[in-house]
């Protein structure tokens, strides 16, 4: 097979498209999560330390000069996605956690009997009529 063939067979596996899916969905739902911590988690949080804005925490390493910006370490930027990773490990494993509840849900319910065959029905009607002589 030549290569380009061999890339078409690779990437339209249903694995692969289902990761496309679940890339997509994920980085949406980083976007929600984000939005989340830094829009309605945090303010309340900085304001119950005193009106304190995390993304102000900075350490300032060599102050700005007329050519060149300040070097600074946001350890602030950094405390925020903390609480951005931890929202979203929470958020999964939530998720994870249902489905393998309604996993375990659906392996305790108990089988369907299979129906009897047509064979089955007729000796079970033999066998009956047996009975009744």
Same mark, same amino acid.
């Given at each position: &097979?030549?290569l ?5 067979? $690779?990437?339209m #596996?249903?694995n ?8 997509v969905? /994920?980085?949406?739902f980083? #976007? %929600?999560v984000?939005s $989340?911590v830094?829009d309605?988690? &945090? *303010?309340p949080? @900085?304001?119950m330390? @005193?009106g304190?804005?995390?993304t ?5 390493? =060599? /102050?700005?000069? !007329? ?5 600074? %370490?946001?350890? @602030?930027? $950094? ?5 951005d990773?931890?929202i ?5 494993? &939530?998720v994870?956690?249902s $489905?393998?509840h309604?996993?375990k849900?659906? !392996?305790l =319910? *108990?089988?369907?009997?299979p =129906? *009897?065959?047509?064979? !089955?029905?007729?000796?079970?009607e033999? #066998?009956d009529?047996? =009975?009744?002589?």
């Amino acid at each position: &097979m030549s290569l380009i063939a061999d890339f078409k067979k $690779f990437a339209m #596996r249903g694995n692969v498209l289902d990761l496309a899916v679940a890339v997509v969905i /994920g980085a949406a739902f980083g #976007r %929600v999560v984000t939005s $989340f911590v830094n829009d309605v988690l &945090m *303010p309340p949080i @900085g304001l119950m330390l @005193g009106g304190v804005d995390f993304t102000e925490f900075i350490i300032t390493l =060599k /102050g700005a000069t !007329e050519e060149a910006a300040a070097v600074t %370490v946001n350890y @602030g930027a $950094f405390i925020q996605q903390i609480v951005d990773f931890t929202i979203v490990a929470i958020a999964i494993f &939530m998720v994870i956690k249902s $489905f393998e509840h309604m996993k375990k849900q659906e !392996e305790l =319910k *108990p089988a369907a009997s299979p =129906k *009897p065959s047509a064979e !089955e029905n007729l000796l079970a009607e033999i #066998r009956d009529l047996l =009975k009744e002589k």
